[in-house]
């Protein structure tokens, strides 16, 4: 089981990141790894497009 306690840490370059170690130990496959950062970059984008959506909305008002 993979333990991360840092609270914001990206999984990129924080030191002492439990799932890189676990990428590094053949725990965690490449391909779950970028699996995870793909949907975490198309959930960042979702966020800042329903945040730009919302301001419009309150602008037209």
């Known amino acids: 089981m ?6 914001d840490c990206k999984h990129d370059t924080e030191p002492g990141c439990a799932v890189k170690a676990a990428l590094e130990s ?3 496959s490449l391909e779950r790894y970028n699996l995870y ?3 975490s970059n198309e959930n960042t984008k979702n ?10 909305r ?4």
Request: charged share 30%; net charge positive; hydrophobic share 25%.
């Open 47 to 56: 966020y800042a497009r329903k945040k730009y959506q919302n301001g419009q």
């Open 26 to 28: 053949g725990e965690l």
């Open 2 to 7: 993979i333990l991360d306690y840092v609270s």
């Open 37 to 39: 950062k793909s949907l």
């Open 58 to 61: 309150l602008q037209r008002r």
